[in-house]
């Protein structure tokens, strides 16, 4: 699909590289048709790394997409290029007033950290509340799914005795679901993670529904049962090096605890690179949210989102 982002944005270069289809804003005007607006809430301190992984992911679509980014104002992220930041982010003031087709809230290197210990939890509060009116359809990625899950519905997450680390076999439990069209009976894809909840927690809630878990019964994809909000906490948008580089980072730093990702690593030999067994369950999962549940059913006026 034709995704439509700033011809300036690093992702582009990148993006084009892999032979994906990105359209200039220039051409994207001259076409008689109304785009998919998607906002997505970046909160990782590796921008540019999270832009180009999910919009590599929005492309698999032949829906046209047009993408804007949003950053907190009441944190700013000292990993990230001021500059880039300001060419390419919004604020939430200067978007508040208008209405999207789908939004992704990504994850945030806060596993230990309580929800109101968050120095921007105030802020991503008064962001989660005003999707319910101006957003049709929310994805939640990783801690941005716990902090939704908690914020809408009071689920507490949990610190994991043991980080969830590596490649996991998954489990479909809606298979029907239009979500899991084209996937295998069981898929793989990455977890990076000390945070859980309670399966118990979220099936107490009459409002959710769990869609997919590991083998081993934690959360993988649950959403609401009028599909406006999915709260996911795999990252099936991952690169092939992603984990390997948060290994040899935290080796890098001395931390003797490191473990070895799981299913990663051929032979569990860290000098082999890994053999990629999740890119096309990243594929089906966007597209298939970006088609079913947000293209299909959201309002052709864009104002008319509530």
Same mark, same amino acid.
Request: glycine residues 4%.
């Given at each position: 699909?034709?995704?439509?982002?700033?011809?300036?944005?690093?992702?582009?270069?990148?993006?084009?590289?892999?032979?994906?289809?990105?359209?200039?804003?220039?051409?994207?005007?001259?076409? @008689?048709?109304?785009?998919?607006?998607?906002?997505?809430?970046?909160?990782? %301190?590796?921008?540019? &790394?999270?832009?180009?992984?999910?919009?590599?992911?929005?492309?698999?679509?032949?829906?046209?997409?047009?993408?804007?980014?949003?950053?907190?104002?009441? +944190?700013?992220?000292?990993?990230?290029?001021?500059?880039?930041?300001? !060419?390419?982010?919004?604020?939430?003031? !200067?978007?508040?007033?208008?209405?999207?087709?789908?939004?992704?809230?990504?994850?945030?290197?806060?596993?230990?950290? %309580?929800?109101?210990?968050?120095?921007?939890? *105030?802020?991503?509060? #008064?962001?989660?509340?005003?999707?319910?009116?101006?957003?049709?359809?929310?994805?939640?990625? $990783?801690?941005?799914?716990?902090?939704?899950?908690?914020?809408?519905?009071?689920?507490?997450?949990?610190?994991?005795?043991?980080?969830?680390?590596?490649?996991?076999?998954? #489990?479909?439990?809606?298979?029907?679901?239009?979500?899991? #069209?084209?996937?295998?009976?069981?898929?793989?894809?990455?977890?990076?993670?000390?945070?859980? /909840? #309670?399966?118990?927690? /979220?099936?107490?809630?009459?409002?959710?529904? &769990?869609?997919?878990?590991?083998?081993?019964?934690?959360?993988?994809?649950?959403?609401?049962? @009028?599909?406006?909000?999915?709260? &996911?906490? $795999?990252?099936?948008?991952?690169?092939? *090096?992603?984990?390997?580089?948060?290994?040899?980072?935290?080796?890098?730093?001395?931390?003797?605890? &490191?473990?070895?990702?799981?299913?990663?690593?051929?032979? *569990?030999?860290?000098?082999?690179? %890994?053999?990629?067994?999740?890119?096309?369950?990243?594929?089906?999962? +966007?597209?298939?949210?970006?088609?079913?549940?947000?293209?299909?059913?959201?309002?052709?006026?864009?104002?008319?989102?509530?």
């Amino acid at each position: 699909m034709p995704i439509r982002i700033p011809d300036s944005l690093p992702a582009h270069a990148i993006l084009e590289s892999e032979n994906i289809f990105v359209m200039t804003e220039y051409r994207a005007i001259h076409q @008689d048709i109304r785009p998919l607006n998607v906002l997505i809430l970046n909160l990782m %301190p590796t921008k540019i &790394v999270t832009e180009t992984q999910l919009l590599r992911k929005l492309s698999n679509t032949p829906l046209q997409i047009q993408v804007e980014f949003l950053q907190t104002a009441s +944190y700013q992220s000292t990993h990230a290029d001021p500059s880039h930041m300001a !060419q390419f982010y919004y604020t939430f003031d !200067q978007i508040k007033d208008k209405r999207y087709d789908g939004m992704i809230i990504t994850g945030a290197p806060l596993d230990y950290v %309580p929800c109101e210990g968050v120095a921007y939890w *105030d802020e991503i509060c #008064r962001i989660m509340e005003w999707t319910k009116s101006h957003v049709h359809c929310t994805f939640y990625l $990783c801690w941005g799914a716990y902090a939704g899950l908690y914020y809408h519905y009071g689920i507490q997450k949990q610190d994991l005795a043991q980080k969830l680390f590596g490649i996991y076999p998954h #489990r479909i439990l809606k298979r029907t679901s239009p979500l899991f #069209r084209g996937f295998d009976d069981t898929f793989m894809a990455p977890h990076s993670r000390a945070t859980d /909840v #309670r399966l118990s927690d /979220v099936m107490a809630v009459d409002a959710l529904e &769990v869609m997919a878990t590991t083998e081993e019964g934690s959360l993988a994809i649950a959403k609401s049962r @009028d599909s406006r909000q999915f709260f &996911v906490t $795999c990252h099936a948008e991952y690169d092939a *090096d992603t984990l390997s580089l948060e290994y040899f980072r935290d080796m890098e730093k001395g931390l003797t605890s &490191v473990d070895l990702p799981k299913n990663y690593f051929p032979g *569990d030999d860290p000098e082999r690179a %890994p053999v990629v067994t999740w890119r096309s369950t990243g594929q089906l999962l +966007y597209s298939n949210w970006l088609n079913f549940y947000v293209y299909q059913s959201t309002p052709y006026d864009v104002k008319e989102i509530h």
